[in-house]
């Protein structure tokens, strides 16, 4: 196999003629590199800031979560009556249920005095809540009344509150009027709805907000029994259960919220555009690389065709040399993205990390972007007549 | 050593430019046999259809009116894919030399031996340099077209004709852009070597001072041929 190739292994003459000008090739690769990197950047935000809407979702301790219809997003929960989440209780494979409430409070930064609006769950210190086990020790400690745990990547906006709680001192703020203390620390992470996150107890969640109607909850959490089919419970418990609740499966609750960002804000479009505008742009670039490339050896292209080269093994030089661009422009992309991803993580709490997915498409769109370049470049080589070059 | 059979065989050809009112004839009822291994040299006016009559048994262009046969071959309605293939049994050097740029010298000898079918990598390089050898250059394998004279370009030219193993060599003016003795080596270097290969040579010229390489001289006129036996 390996003797064959070697057998039929010819002149290079993709890498050749782009090696041999080394000012266009660089051209051409930063060009490409370029248009990567923005793909990267605005890829990685769009799917940064839809994965971090649900942070949150994703550690709760949940196969079925019940919310209002009302709901829309985390951001604007309505209330349902507890007693909807009891009933799931006489569904056999239910083995747990957590009431949550879930609002955005206002939050005093420490050390400003400034207001902020921060998103709270409380729930009932001795029930599950994450999945993170870490998490069910430090919930003891809200047992008290006006008691909180605070979310440490939190924005920095809300003051200094995890450095203050490490450094031992007694972190207190107010929140609607009342005082509370910073009993822990939990790293959740903001999201595009919420700055950041905390939470307490039921009771002191409903003492900071005391006119939510009793018995009404905003999201419940339902367990089921290791091997039940998660979709087929909440199909059925949804046929059970009055219209005042709908029933999603733990990915149909962080579906629901993505869904939210993605079709009622124009984040979506707007990341999606800068990611067609860095393809549009590298497009452009490659082609006009490839175009003034096959148009300079245009005569080279003639002769060899005289001597005797067929058409197609030409148009296959060029196509090569849209490969190699390619590869060539992806790679510094793709470490430029790593960097850069590095950066927005640190500047902005955000999970924007490099994914296999998003590597994948981004080649992809460079591939597509060279070959069509190449393409469209390869038309001029019709121009290649060699009875014009006696 | 001038063999019976004919390499180009060519009856009653003619062939016009352009359409309408502006097509102009080139090529008027030309006849012109060539045997295996003969040297011609074509000379006449610039303009005269020299260079077409070259294009067209180069199987570069459509034949329009009368028979050509190269090789036996008949080109009159000829298809593209087997005017490629014919072509890679000829030869052809041309008044630049046509050297791809961004190749060394070996490269582009070996981009003639590239098309030998049934030939290895290490084959088709050894025939490269052996061919660069036989035209003087052993010592500038490695270099670019940019670093070569133009004398030793042309040299690079005739190797990489001469490395596909063509039966026929077509040169037009190869000796336009060289200095008389420089011209000289190089045409005498072509007919050594073509004659070593049993190739026929047309070579078209309008420097009297390589006339005598030739077996035979046939010159055109207004696109009519006149052969002169020497």
Known sequence: MIRAFWQRRRIPLASLMLIRQPVRLIVALAGISFAGILMFMQLGFRDGLFDASVTVHRLLDADIVLISPRSTSSVSMAGFPRRRLVQTMATPEVEGITPVHWNLLLWRNPETLGTRSILALGFEPGQPLFTDSSLAAKANLLTQKGRVLFDEKSRPEFGPVARWFREGKTVESEIAGKRVRVVGLVGLGASFGADGNLLTSSETFLDLIPNIPSGSIEVGLVRLKPGSNPDLVARRLQTRLPDDVTVLTKQGFIDFEQNYWRTSTSIGFIFTLGAAMGFVVGCVIVYQVLYSDVSDHLPEYATLMAMGYKLKSLLGVVVREGLLLAVFGYLPAYAAGQGLYLLVRNATQLPVEMNTDRSLTVFSMILIMCMLSAGLAMRRLADADPAEIF | ?230
């Open chain 2, 1 to 230: 050593m001038v063999n019976t059979t004919l390499s180009v065989d060519i009856h009653s050809l003619s062939h016009w430019y352009g359409k309408g009112s502006t097509r102009r004839q080139v090529l008027q009822g030309v006849d012109l046999q060539i045997s295996a291994g003969e040297v011609v040299l074509l000379t006449g006016p610039s303009g005269c259809g020299k260079t077409t009559l070259l294009t067209l048994i180069g199987a570069l262009r459509q034949v329009q009116e009368g028979s050509v046969e190269v090789f036996g071959q008949q080109l009159q309605g000829a298809a593209k894919g087997q005017r490629q293939r014919l072509r890679r049994h000829i030869g052809m050097i041309f008044q630049g030399h046509n050297l791809l740029r961004c190749l060394t010298a070996e490269q582009n000898v070996q981009m003639g031996a590239d098309l030998l079918p049934n030939l290895g990598y290490r084959a088709r390089r050894d025939q490269a340099r052996e061919w660069l050898r036989s035209v003087g250059l052993e010592d500038e394998l490695s270099k670019l077209p940019h670093d070569l004279s133009g004398g030793q370009k042309q040299r690079v030219a005739i190797a990489r004709a001469l490395a596909a193993k063509p039966q026929l060599l077509l040169a037009d003016e190869p000796t336009a852009a060289l200095d008389s003795g420089t011209g000289r080596e190089v045409v005498e270097l072509l007919k050594r070597l073509a004659r070593e290969q049993s190739c026929s040579v047309l070579m078209v010229t309008h420097d009297p001072r390589i006339l005598d390489v030739a077996d035979r001289l046939v010159r055109m006129e207004d696109g009519r041929l006149h052969q002169t036996v020497r």
